[in-house]
């Protein structure tokens, strides 16, 4: 597995771990009676608390991945010296075209997605749903939008364009 | 009617030819990474035509020599 599918992944990963921490903190208290189902307040607060985590852990989780990638490296080429690990290491994060066109070709997909929650978000309105139904069919489908851009580019990387 | 064609290459026989150049050599040579000319040497990605003229360079030959096209059938 290359580089590039490695960072994906875990990229992938915590947005999964984001997305299903937020079902299970913002449901929990909603189940739990604590908060009103119509406080929009609540629904759009803890959407931009989780967003903001999301941002955090992601950029964390790429830093941790990008040390143990490097300690990887360096374990795999212990015999050799320092100058040839970090040329390894550099070479192998090289980014061109083709991760370039990738990333265009699944961020397209991604859209789509996105684009789909959305419509499906208005259609629950005009159903008579809830608007806290509506803000959260936006999340989800945001979130399922941006894990399968990444699933898609990990597809292309595999399969070739 | 548009015939199918199907982007060919002969990279492989190349880099044989060429002291058994790495995949990994060839990637710094053209400036991408192993993982694309792996995937260009498999066919599974046309590359730009920059980067084609940058292969045929890294070999010293000229562009038709690394890659070629052969027609598969016609599609409407």
Do not use: D, H, P, W
């Given at each position: 597995m290359s580089?590039?599918?490695?960072?994906?992944?875990?990229?992938?990963?915590?947005?999964?771990?984001?997305?299903?921490?937020?079902?299970?903190?913002?449901?929990?208290?909603?189940?739990?009676?604590?908060e009103d189902a119509n406080d929009l307040k609540f629904w759009a607060g803890t959407m931009l608390l989780f967003i903001g985590i999301g941002v955090v852990a992601s950029i964390i989780i790429m830093i941790i991945f990008h040390i143990l990638y490097a300690i990887a490296i360096a374990v795999k080429q212990r015999n050799y010296d320092d100058k040839e690990i970090n040329h390894t290491i550099e070479a192998s994060m090289v980014e061109d075209e083709m991760d370039t066109l990738i990333g265009l070709k699944s961020s397209r997909i991604g859209f789509i997605f996105a684009g789909i929650g959305f419509v499906a978000a208005l259609v629950s309105l005009m159903l008579g749903q809830p608007p806290f139904v509506m803000l959260n069919l936006l999340f989800f489908s945001f979130s399922i939008g941006s894990l399968a851009e990444g699933g898609f580019s990990i597809y292309y990387y595999r399969k070739g364009l | 009617m548009k015939k199918n064609i199907e982007i060919t290459n002969t990279i492989r026989t190349l880099r044989f030819f060429a002291n058994e150049m790495t995949q990994q050599q060839l990637a710094e040579k053209t400036g991408v990474s192993r993982q694309t000319i792996i995937a260009v040497e498999a066919g599974k990605y046309s590359p730009s035509l920059e980067l084609a003229f940058r292969i045929a360079d890294a070999f010293g030959v000229q562009i038709g020599e690394v890659f070629g096209y052969e027609t598969k059938g016609e599609n409407k």
């Open positions: 580089y590039q599918e490695k960072k994906i992944l875990t990229n992938m990963l915590s947005g999964i771990v984001v997305l299903v921490a937020y079902y299970i903190y913002a449901f929990g208290r909603y189940r739990n009676g604590l | -």
